[in-house]
């Protein structure tokens, strides 16, 4: 079996690409939008918050960072999947579309919200939790936030919330809210939640990994 490190994302990641027909995916929200309903319970909660600026962390195919342009919103999307990022460019080609490890990306700029709405956290190597998390405190400014929703699974190797709020205090955040959905519905010990937290340092990238 392959180690982890041989998987150019995770071996959870390589596996949902294995099943997964991309194409179906992304056309898959065009159909839901078609039959009257909104894909865009995230994109609602990020704008609620008013944030000026946004690091789609882990973007994919784009959708949420698509769709917070279209409102108005300063941009950038970042992920490590270069198959995924094309459909984000043809989703919309002015948005700034990176390809770089969440993990060790170094963007020349701060942003007052990183978000990660797409099980960022779940699909990732369960080695670069921490570094993801300090790496996208590095690329806030001043009290900017970090929102993340990812689904909390039954295994032994799963992300505990008690272990994503570890890492979080240890990269200087520190817990503002919780939810179980984008909607703000409460959260009373459900399979998904939806964290904010907020900066309470002004870190660096190198600082923070290497004090993780």
């Not at 909104?38 to 609602?44: I, L």
């Not at 032994?156 to 570890?166: F, I």
Request: hydrophobic share 40%; glycine share 8%.
């Amino acid at each position: 079996m392959a180690s982890e490190r041989e998987h150019p994302v995770s071996q959870r990641w390589s596996e949902w690409r294995e099943v997964t027909d991309l194409d179906e995916y992304y056309t898959r929200w065009r159909r839901l939008e078609a039959t009257g309903r909104s894909p865009h319970g995230e994109v609602d909660f990020i704008e609620s918050l008013q944030p000026r600026s946004v690091l789609d962390a882990g973007c994919g195919m784009g959708r949420v960072a698509a769709e917070l342009a279209r409102r108005g919103v300063d941009v950038v999307g970042v992920d490590l999947d270069n198959d995924l990022l094309a459909f984000a460019r043809q989703a919309d080609p002015a948005v700034p579309w990176i390809h770089a490890d969440l993990a060790t990306m170094h963007l020349d700029r701060r942003f007052e919200m990183v978000a990660m709405p797409g099980n960022v956290m779940v699909f990732c190597r369960p080695c670069d939790r921490r570094a993801i998390i300090c790496n996208a405190a590095a690329h806030l400014e001043g009290r900017g936030v970090l929102v993340a929703g990812f689904e909390l699974g039954p295994d032994s190797g799963a992300l505990t919330l008690a272990e994503y709020d570890q890492h979080c205090t240890a990269c200087g955040l520190e817990l503002v809210e919780r939810w179980a959905t984008w909607q703000r519905d409460p959260y009373q010990g459900g399979s998904y939640a939806v964290s904010l937290h907020r900066s309470v340092l002004q870190p660096t990238a190198e600082g923070l990994v290497q004090g993780a």
